[in-house]
């Protein structure tokens, strides 16, 4: 009998990757928020990766992985002689020449190293601007402040604005200051309006308006100069800000569920679907032995659920709905609507 060997199909390799389509792996590509693939960690430019990776910090920390990779190479080439191409090497990164054309190295070729001639050349492009802010000493990024220049740094505008404008009233040039701070706060509020209107990804609580001046963010400074991610579920913390407050140890962490502030209505709390629970949520009996048709929420009928400031908390639709019908106080606390313990098991 001769040998022959039988063809055995072999499916692709599979290529896990935040890139989505843009992935320049080869192989089936499977999106994954926490993974970036060798070719795109190489050819992508890396603004761009972290864009994509929305502030998911296995992502991110792969990322800049790749950028002390770049920068080592960087030094050990430069060495020898050789220079990298300003679209590999990671000083140019922040320039805006460079930010025009993201995908510009989405290709699966290498950039060459230069000679010192044509390195010339390289030098002829403008290099990173030198960082600068708009209060100049008196920004608290580095010590000693920053060169003062016509907008706010990055580090600044993740302070609080009670913050912002407080050091602004201590500035010589605190009227200019105060334009700049409005403007930014103006700028806020039109990016989170087109975001919920079109349906996009939230801005971070921390830059949301609607939370600006709540007592918790005006007591928050991350202490970086990172840009905030964009998060799921409005009133929700980017990773950096949630990372930041739990190595702060701030207090207000104890009023948010996770990285989200506040607390689900209980009657949307996923926690309290078990069996025991069918007996709070059918509320008090009439004399007839039907409950009040106005208890438990129907979304046909009545208000989407808020946040709740409390954990096993009513939100304020529900409370306004429900804290009027006859036996709430069985159930619910009647001044701050939260269920009583011997219900929550």
């Not at 402040?145 to 600044?156: A, D, E, H, L, N």
């Amino acid at each position: 009998m001769s040998a022959v060997s039988e063809f055995i199909f072999k499916p692709p390799p599979i290529v896990e990757c935040i890139a989505r389509a843009r992935c320049l792996g080869i192989g089936k590509k499977i999106h994954h928020p926490d993974k970036c693939c060798v070719s795109c960690l190489k050819r992508h430019d890396p603004q761009q990766l972290r864009a994509w990776a929305s502030g998911n910090t296995s992502a991110l920390s792969l990322i800049g992985e790749e950028l002390d990779r770049k920068e080592t190479y960087k030094s050990n080439i430069e060495a020898h002689g050789r220079y990298l191409c300003a679209f590999e090497d990671p000083t140019y990164q922040h320039c805006r020449w460079r930010e025009s054309d993201l995908n510009l190295r989405g290709t699966r070729l290498d950039c060459t190293t230069l000679s010192p001639d044509q390195r010339r050349l390289r030098m002829m492009l403008a290099p990173p601007p030198r960082p600068h802010c708009a209060f100049g000493t008196a920004c608290d990024s580095k010590l000693g402040g920053q060169v003062k220049g016509p907008s706010i740094c990055s580090w600044c505008k993740n302070m609080s604005f009670q913050a912002l404008y407080s050091q602004a009233d201590a500035n010589a040039d605190g009227r200019q200051l105060k334009r700049l701070i409005d403007g930014y706060m103006h700028q806020l509020e039109q990016d989170s309006d087109e975001r919920i209107r079109k349906g996009w990804s939230y801005l971070c609580a921390c830059k949301d308006p609607e939370y600006s001046f709540q007592t918790w963010r005006r007591d928050f400074n991350p202490h970086d100069s990172r840009v905030c991610g964009t998060v799921r579920h409005r009133g929700q913390l980017c990773a950096r800000c949630y990372t930041k407050a739990q190595e702060q140890g701030c207090n207000w962490l104890e009023e948010c569920d996770g990285d989200r502030l506040g607390f689900p209505c209980v009657f949307e709390d996923a926690r309290l679907r078990r069996p025991t629970d069918i007996n709070w949520k059918m509320g008090p009996m009439d004399e007839q032995g039907y409950p009040d048709p106005n208890w438990e929420k129907d979304i046909r009928r009545h208000e989407r659920c808020g946040r709740a400031r409390r954990r096993y908390q009513l939100c304020q639709s529900c409370f306004n709905r429900t804290c009027e019908i006859r036996g709430f106080g069985r159930f619910f606390d009647t001044e701050w609507g939260t269920l009583h313990e011997g219900f929550r098991g």
